[in-house]
């Protein structure tokens, strides 16, 4: 079996085995400013274990964002991914305290016999970031961290969504590897911070203020009836508060569009699990308009240590020219604004529609990663080739549509 021997930052020797199938103990253990660390890879199952000391201290070391938690990592494995044999990477400090965190799952070969095998971030259109996650004490264990997941048997490895200033420093390792990495993808998300310092200061300030034409749809709704605002979060409700959310969802805009929740079985397992993994950290958090009792929009977060995920939402179709999606905005957002457990909200979207309502962006960008092996190295120049006929490919299906509507008229 081949041993991989590399050198750190300090020319440290750092030596570990290329596996071929994923190891349940530390691979490598690698000295950096004069600590000791333990970088290693482990099956999600394990890592993510409900109630472990290891689920706890992922719990405080992923703090700053709901998405790249335990409890959110190890919803999306069981719905989506292969959470007994995808891999998690972990840092350890010389106290046995977790310091370093990457989410990983193998990706489907693209066609049947494709010998590439490729590393992914757990990111899809329910979860949008990487899940990579370091101590600010310790910012120096990043290079532990993508030392130890180099050490799978991978071609390619795409991480997407990574915040701008760590996937600089992923692309960095990866050049000082030996590696080829691309960066690309960016995108930017609307968040709004709250300023609750000074006494005179309203939590709402920042917001833009409802239009003369929603306060008139409001007022023209509160007539036909008793408009409310319902929220969800105490985890023994939130089960029954979901099935409805998922029930009302059936009869919202989304039901022609393919968006459902309900469309597929990995989908609704994915929130229903959140629900399931709801604790005093990280917890939904429903929000129902509702006329005269009845659901007419509503919208799903998660919230965890002071940032909340505001990332499904829906409204009753059959009320549209009453805009119930912009009057529960509002009031979604007044509600929030009085919570002080809430410090932060990601709107989880690049729709300009909510530019309006956030005062601050956070910067993404994607990494793709390839090993210079023969595979990876046919694998880089074949995604090479594929990147440059994406834009011919669809002039060409642009000009084969016009075609046929000028064919149809």
Known sequence: MPRLLERDALGKLTVGLAVAEMPREPLARISQLGFMVTAYSIPAVKALALGSTRYQQLSVLTRDDPSRSPAWQ???????????HDPVVLVEDEGARLCGFLALHWAKPRFIGDPVRRLRSTTNGHS????????????EVLHSLLDAGALL?????????????????????????????????KRSTPVFSFNRTGSNRSPTSGFPARSPQTR???????????????VVNIPTDLRHALE???????????????ELLTADPFITRFYRELVEAADDRTRPVIHFLRLDGNVIAARFSVLKD???????TF????????APGIILEHRFLEAVAENPAVDHIDFYTRMQHYDAFANRHEDFQNIRVWKKTLTGRAAYVA????????????QLRRRIRGLRQGENN
């Not at 991480?159 to 390792?173: H, I, N, T």
């Not at 409805?244 to 393919?258: F, N, V």
């Not at 409204?315 to 009453?322: E, G, K, M, N, T």
């Open 74 to 84: 190890r919803a999306w494995y069981l719905a989506f991914g292969d959470i007994d």
């Open 128 to 139: 949008a970031y990487t899940a990579l996650s370091v101590s600010p004490r310790r910012p």
């Open 153 to 185: 048997p991978w071609d390619q490895m795409e991480l997407v969504a990574v915040q701008a200033p760590l996937a600089e420093r992923v692309a960095e390792w990866a050049r000082s590897r030996g590696l080829i990495a691309q960066l690309g993808g």
């Open 216 to 230: 008139s749809r409001e007022r023209a709704l509160e007539r036909q009836g008793t408009l409310v605002l319902e």
């Open 244 to 258: 409805e959310y998922l029930e009302a969802e059936s009869r919202s805009w989304k039901a022609g569009s393919g």
């Open 306 to 312: 002071g940032m909340l995920v505001a990332n499904k």
């Open 315 to 322: 409204f009753d179709d059959a009320l549209r020219r009453s």
């Open 383 to 394: 995604d090479r080739i594929t990147a440059k006929l994406q834009p011919i490919a669809g």
